[in-house]
């Protein structure tokens, strides 16, 4: 053991000496395995460290974090054993320690700091997220998304090739416990990550903001796109285009898609709701009679496999009859699914 002739100089415990590490680790596991420890040392060693011990008082739990942080380091390199579950470690350091300091302890060594860098992804377009990965192993892609909200981890599976994407949820589900090197590993990847994404471009759907934004004003909405129209006729129209999107169908009233219904040709419908979200062909046929919905759906049926493009402009159609209603004041549009009371 190296010498020490000083009192703690530094509680924080940014540089403590080996010996002060040892005796902030004796003094935190209770007098039993302390005094087992004790024994195994020469009697220069225990004199010294025991004099370290007897002087320490009012140990910040920055030097216990750090001391502790040292010996587990220390002790996964001379013994080869990597495999200590935190569960495990969890129970040892609330007995040793008490479930704060605990608690900070494990965050060090399990990577609970990675979650603030991983937080920082979420401004990453998913589909860039996917492309940075693909080419990791599957269990670093797995680790990797099970750091991130199940909403962007779901769009960035969507976005990774479609033969490997089972095995990536596979190897998710069955995490459990990660060990410190595959934390290590996530860490590496992690800091790549965030220092590719410094030196890009932050991509902003701008059109669609301003759509959004425009369906929320509580009033003075036609004027307002009419000041824009007359800045910028083409932006207008992208404008025009996300505001009256297909999806907001899903949220209108009843009286509202029974006239629409009557308005639009049922073979149109059968097009434009081809592969469209479950909410918006149940809305549909939820309105339409009972026999009238179960011809749409034979309907739907005989009209076999539809172009995509063929579908859109369908979809593009109806959406052009919303809006044209809307403007004459004959429809009652909800651009946005807004909160209601009962």
């Known amino acids: 053991m190296a010498d020490l002739n000083n009192?703690?100089?530094?509680?924080?415990g940014a540089f403590l000496t080996?010996?002060?590490q040892a005796a902030i680790v004796l003094l935190s596991i209770g007098e039993e395995p302390a005094a087992a420890v004790l024994r195994c040392l020469s009697r220069e060693e225990l004199l010294e460290v025991t004099q370290v011990m007897s002087r320490m008082s009012g140990i910040k739990v920055e030097a216990v974090k750090t001391a502790m942080q040292a010996f587990f380091d220390d002790y996964r390199e001379q013994s080869g054993v990597h495999g200590a579950s935190r569960s495990y470690l969890k129970r040892s350091l609330d007995l040793a320690l008490g479930g704060d300091i605990a608690n900070t302890v494990l965050n060090n060594i399990y990577g609970d700091e990675l979650r603030p860098k991983m937080a920082r992804l979420q401004w990453a377009s998913p589909k860039w997220l996917a492309e940075y990965i693909a080419n990791e192993h599957v269990q670093m892609q797995a680790v990797f998304l099970a750091f991130l909200p199940p909403a962007?981890?779901?769009q960035i599976i969507d976005a990774l090739p479609a033969?490997?994407?089972?095995?990536?949820?596979?190897?998710?589900?069955?995490?459990?416990e990660i060990d410190r090197d595959l934390l290590e590993e996530l860490d590496e990847l992690v800091n790549r990550c965030l220092g590719s994404f410094d030196s890009q471009s932050t991509s902003v759907e701008g059109v669609r903001q301003v759509a959004e934004i425009l369906n929320r004003l509580p009033s003075n909405r036609a004027q307002m796109v009419e000041l824009l129209r007359a800045h910028d006729p083409q932006v207008?129209?992208?404008?025009?285009?996300?505001?009256y999107d297909f999806l907001i169908l899903s949220t209108q009233t009843e009286a509202t898609l029974s006239r629409l219904i009557e308005e639009v040709p049922l073979e149109q419908w059968a097009i434009a709701l081809k592969g469209a979200e479950l909410s918006i062909r149940d809305a549909v046929l939820k309105t339409m009679p009972k026999r009238q919905a179960q011809?749409?759906?034979?309907?739907?049926?005989?009209?076999?496999?539809v172009p995509m493009s063929r579908i859109e402009a369908a979809r593009q159609e109806i959406m052009t009859t919303?809006?044209?209603?809307?403007d004459a004041g004959e429809l009652e549009v909800q651009l946005f699914a807004e909160k209601v009371v009962e």
């Open 236 to 243: 207008v129209e992208q404008i025009e285009l996300s505001m």
């Open 163 to 176: 033969d490997g994407r089972d095995l990536v949820l596979l190897n998710l589900a069955r995490l459990d």
């Open 152 to 154: 962007l981890a779901g």
């Open 295 to 305: 011809a749409f759906e034979d309907m739907m049926r005989r009209a076999g496999p």
């Open 322 to 326: 919303v809006k044209a209603l809307a």
């Open 7 to 12: 009192d703690m100089g530094d509680p924080s």
């Open 18 to 20: 080996p010996v002060e």
